[in-house]
């Protein structure tokens, strides 16, 4: 025996974080290769603080409490304060945090990447999309098509693109118009929708409903929807970007909006994001996208639980 | 009372006062839109499975179960008869809800009775029980190789197969989990 091993049978605990290897050096591949990919089109990779005193009012995310402020459940708010400065191409790779969401796809403290640009929209974005996806799977050695929970997937540019109101009249038995007013839009998309989307080529879904606009912009010619879009490969949500809305007024309403119904869903009381608001008055047009890293980290490991390609998970402390 | 995200395997709650338990448990959330929590649920009493997705928001009450330590007295008619051990309180069970634990229940047997709002809703046996050999046909000797068995009943009426050698009259050990031989009861 060489000295410093210790003599005893490995636990539980080494065996499943040494059964993670492959994973894990993978994971660092694929972020290596993504900064390369931003650093290659003069985005600045930028810093921004996880612990905020005013989270965007989410209606269905809840920040994890740090003292009196908040650990930020995305890097958003503070990157377009930077937008509105004049940093016309960033991006960032950041932990963030997101109270009770557990699951094969959820972690409460998880990775995003998250990128903007100024000057262009969600159709320019998804394009970048598309580049960015290849060019990582090239880097990493498996070329133009992916093998994932035993679809084969084709990665090359144009990827498949249909709208919200499309997947609701292609994959399941109502309207969009009635699921929303039945309140059934979320169980449709998770159980007929999604398994059905970036089946042979990851796919672009687009154009929400305004009332899921978040912090998109609406479209120009039809006020009815926004201009937010998810990337889906294999059945899986990979992304969620959109046309940012640079209007301070329609920000601040839609705020109000999300901060009464936390309140009425007994959600905790954030502060207004005053400062956030106040930027978007020297906004420029710009796009930008919040992607999962361990998501995609399962994708090109092939592997269907979020578990498998994070060093630890929060039950593994 | 429980919440949506109180949810997980092996929680018992009630579903319109039936006791069921979460036998599998998946949490989902679409982008931007509200946790889903998809549920297959188990009746306690029916055993019929059900799927059913829950949302943040939803509560539910607790299925309160209770085991008590009974003792097995006597069958009539399609009634089992139990006594409470500790306070001598006497029970009836239904032929379908005794199910197929009749098999191997013989006077004063101790087991165990689930107890749901009052009800008894499952039975527990010890996982092995002695039970007299009560038809058997002989052992003819020398015509038999090894690994044959023969059918046989026991003193409840259940009917297995065993070894050639064991005999009417004979004490043997079952498995009540399996319904199989386990082997004779040494006098």
Known sequence: ?317 | MYNASDLKKGLKIQIDNDPYIVIEFQFSKPGKGQSLYRCKLKNMITDVIIDRTYRSGDTFQPAVLEERKMQYLYAQKDEFCFMDVENYEQIFLKTDQVGDAKNFLTDNLEVELLFFEGKAIGITLPNFVDLSVTKADPWAKGDSVAGDTKPITVETGYQLRVPPFVEEGERITIDTRTGEYVTRVKE
């Open chain 1, 1 to 317: 025996m060489s000295p410093g091993l210790k003599n005893r049978s490995s636990s539980n605990d080494q065996r499943r974080l040494a059964s993670r290897k492959q994973n894990l050096f993978l994971r660092a591949r694929m972020i290596q290769a993504i900064r390369k990919f931003f650093i290659e089109k003069d985005y600045l990779e930028v810093e921004t603080p996880q612990i905020i005193p005013a989270p965007s009012p989410e209606v269905h995310i809840e920040a994890v409490r740090a003292g009196n402020q908040f650990l930020h459940t995305s890097p958003e708010i503070c990157m377009k304060q930077m937008l509105s400065a004049g940093y016309s191409k960033i991006f960032q790779i950041s932990k963030c945090f997101r109270e009770g969401e557990r699951g094969n796809l959820h972690l409460p403290e998880f990775t995003l990447l998250e990128w903007y640009q100024i000057g262009i929209d969600y159709n320019h974005l998804m394009k970048e999309c598309e580049a960015l996806i290849l060019w990582v799977s090239r880097n990493l050695g498996f070329g133009e098509r992916l093998r994932y929970r035993n679809m084969d997937i084709d990665l090359e540019a144009p990827w498949q693109r249909i709208s919200v109101s499309e997947a609701f009249f292609r994959y399941t038995s109502m309207s969009l118009e009635k699921a929303l007013k039945k309140g059934a839009f979320d169980e449709l998309m998770v159980n007929e929708i999604e398994p059905n989307l970036g089946v042979t080529k990851p796919a672009f879904l687009y154009d929400y409903p305004v009332s899921l606009a978040a912090m998109a912009r609406l479209k120009p010619d039809n006020l009815e929807f926004a201009e937010r879009f998810e990337i889906f490969i294999g059945g899986l949500e990979l992304a969620n970007g959109f046309s940012e809305l640079t209007d301070p007024q329609e920000q601040r309403a839609r705020f109000e909006n999300d901060l009464r119904q936390r309140c009425k869903s007994g959600m905790q009381a954030y502060p207004m994001a005053d400062r956030f608001l106040k930027s978007l008055e020297f906004m420029p047009e710009a796009a930008g996208i919040a992607l999962g890293v361990d998501r995609l980290a399962m994708v090109f490991a092939n592997r269907p639980k979020i578990d498998h390609v994070v060093s630890f998970t929060p039950e593994e402390l």
